[in-house]
Nanobody, 120 residues
Framework: QLQLVESGGGLVQAGSSLRISCKASGGNFGDRAMGWFRQAPGREREFIARITYDGRNTNYDDSVRGRFIISRENDKNTVYLQMSALKPEDTAVYYC?????????????WGQGTQVTVSS
């Protein structure tokens, strides 16, 4: 398993941008796909985006496609989520996730989450 620590969350206004980060340790970050999920109050955790081990392929949920970009820097053991045109409905705790394989598979690592709040 990876140890994952998210950072960069905060309170922003609708329409603004924010980048959150996830620093990994304790494992083979460069050989794992990574992902971002979020959980709003009263709702289940939902998939947002994921990226293959080499960063060449990404997938997004329809709710964020065109507004959010996932990227990674393997030399820094870090994955990012650049969020733009934020909406109040993007308010949630955002979680970083580590897949067990280079091209996804199951998830075996989770971070503690970082709160993103978008005001209208």
């Amino acid at each position: 398993q990876l140890q994952l620590v998210e950072s960069g969350g905060g309170l922003v206004q609708a329409g603004s941008s924010l980048r959150i980060s996830c620093k990994a340790s304790g494992g083979n970050f460069g050989d794992r796909a990574m992902g971002w999920f979020r959980q709003a109050p009263g709702r289940e955790r939902e998939f947002i985006a994921r990226i293959t081990y080499d960063g060449r392929n990404t997938n997004y949920d329809d709710s964020v496609r065109g507004r959010f970009i996932i990227s990674r820097e393997n030399d820094k053991n870090t994955v990012y989520l650049q969020m733009s045109a934020l909406k109040p409905e993007d308010t949630a705790v955002y979680y970083c996730a580590g897949y067990v394989e280079r091209l996804y598979g199951r998830i075996d690592s989770w971070g503690q989450g970082t709160q993103v709040t978008v005001s209208s």
